[in-house]
């Protein structure tokens, strides 16, 4: 199986401020990774897939980068709207979630 | 637009069988996407259970497989999960979701909670 580990589990944050979580899968992956955000109550939402790649719709504040074992995700300048849960997933071989970030306001 | 809607019991007694169904609308379920289930305890975070192709080819997570059978309906535009021999640790959120053909997951039902308990 391959393990995805994200990093910090928790991360406090004021709007306005550049954030950045990490992945890291036990196996290299190539670029097959999406991160989604998940808010209480709801359904997880598609922001980036295969690294780097906007899903429509989403702000560009939102960036994904990397390839291999490690993946970041940033958002340039934290929104009220962004206080959520991420995770990354890997999908080169089935499929594997991240445990979550929880970025929460400072 | 893509809709997904998940459907059944909320209670499941324990050692008993989870019966869920996903109704697709917006898109048909003989495109060349692949179908899935993802669930999610109180509380945790995200687990995949497995996915389903048009042509009724399945891939499951390792962990789960040998209790979980997706299986799909082409009349109904639907499909289906099966989990046998539930737990309490089989309580949660069940989500469907649209696979894009890249393996990504690009559109998710609302989710329906399913309970153990006796």
């Known amino acids: 199986d391959i393990q995805m580990t994200q990093s910090p589990a928790t991360l406090s944050a004021s709007v306005g401020d550049r954030v950045t979580i990490t992945c890291r899968a036990s196996q290299t992956i190539s670029s097959w990774l999406a991160w989604y955000q998940q808010k209480p109550g709801k359904a997880p939402k598609l922001l980036i897939y295969k690294a780097s790649s906007l899903e429509s719709g989403v702000p560009s504040r939102f960036s994904g980068s990397g390839s291999g074992t490690e993946f970041t995700l940033t958002i340039s300048s934290l929104q009220p709207d962004d206080f959520a849960t991420y995770y990354c997933q890997q999908y080169d071989t089935y499929k594997t979630f991240g445990q979550g970030t929880k970025v929460e306001i400072k | 637009q893509v809709q997904l809607h998940e459907s059944g019991p909320g209670l499941v007694k324990p050692s008993g069988t989870l019966s869920l169904t996903c109704g697709v609308s917006g898109d048909s379920i003989s495109s060349n996407n692949w179908w899935s289930w993802v669930r999610q305890s109180p509380g945790k975070g995200l687990e995949w259970i497995g996915e389903v192709n048009h042509g009724g080819t399945t891939n499951y997570s390792p962990s789960l497989k040998s209790r979980v059978t997706i299986s799909v309906d082409k009349s109904q535009n639907q499909f289906s999960l099966k989990v046998t021999s539930v737990t309490a640790a089989d309580t949660a959120v069940y989500y469907c979701?649209?696979?894009?053909?890249?393996?990504?997951?690009?559109?998710w039902g609302q989710g329906t909670l399913v309970i153990v308990s006796s």
């Open positions: 979701v649209r696979g894009s053909l890249g393996g990504f997951l690009d559109h």
